[in-house]
């Protein structure tokens, strides 16, 4: 079963809705600078831990995969973005695979390639801050939504209200565990999320969504269910996962 539109994202309309904005002058990829030129959403960010903050990342790629939905056969970005989600229930589910720019992309035009582009580049990037403990993973995740916020432009106050609350709420209910004043500004700052408990993708859509453990097992298990790992190149098999010492049955709770 293939990743399936949010209501909060299907109610804005925006699906293959006319180009109706342009990418702003932003350098998205310089992510310390978006971090530095919007200290309220980065130190948002700051409160969340790994799980929460992988989670975020899915699900603002969402918004921008699901606004450009029809124009192109993004097939690529949806497995990304699945494999992304499958690390917020466990991180030793993804096959971290760096994103490469096509610079013979064909057609390209900037609005639409190019968004979807910064996109997999910011995930990318988060991705690897999560697979390798980076605890500056929040600076790719203010770029990403940033660019998201870009591509919504009559339906900004919308997606800034649910960025709103559903950092407030994965700040509550996943904390960081570490205070950012503790360290050293570089990047051989590292932490192991492994223990983080599971964030199911219905967490970031459903404001009403319990955090039991009954309901997280079971939305968890229903999204592992539904994955086609044998065709998503960003997920390892289970025979994979087991050789690699996976403890448990791969792609069940």
């Not at 925006?14 to 310390?32: L, N, P, R």
């Not at 799980?51 to 450009?68: H, N, P, Q």
């Not at 403890?247 to 069940?252: A, D, E, I, L, V």
Request: aromatic share 14%; hydrophobic share 40%.
């Amino acid at each position: 079963m293939g990743m399936q539109m949010p209501s909060v994202i299907e109610k804005l309309g925006v699906s293959g809705f006319e180009i109706d904005y342009q990418v702003s002058d932003i350098d998205f990829i310089d992510t310390f600078r978006c971090c530095k030129s919007n200290p309220r959403l980065s130190d948002a960010f700051k409160k969340i831990n790994h799980k929460a903050s992988i989670g975020l990342a899915a699900a603002i790629a969402e918004f921008v995969y699901w606004r450009l939905d029809g124009y192109r056969n993004f097939h690529d970005a949806q497995n990304r973005i699945e494999s992304t989600w499958v690390g917020a229930i466990n991180l030793a589910y993804i096959k971290y695979v760096k994103y490469e720019i096509d610079e013979e992309m064909e057609p390209y035009e900037e609005e639409i390639d190019g968004v979807v582009l910064l996109m997999l580049l910011m995930l990318s990037k988060i991705t690897n801050s999560y697979v390798h403990g980076a605890c500056y993973i929040h600076f790719p995740l203010v770029s990403l939504a940033l660019l998201a916020r870009d591509v919504l432009p009559k339906h900004k106050k919308q997606f800034n209200a649910w960025l709103t609350d559903v950092t407030r709420r994965a700040a509550e209910a996943y904390p960081c565990r570490y205070n950012y004043e503790d360290l050293d500004g570089t990047d051989n700052n590292y932490y192991d999320s492994s223990d983080e408990p599971v964030i199911p993708r219905e967490f970031f859509f459903d404001p009403s969504f319990p955090c039991d453990d009954a309901s997280v097992k079971k939305a968890a298990n229903q999204f592992l269910a539904g994955l086609d790992y044998k065709n998503n190149p960003y997920l390892y098999s289970p025979e994979e996962m087991i050789a690699k010492g996976f403890k448990g049955t791969p792609y069940s709770l």
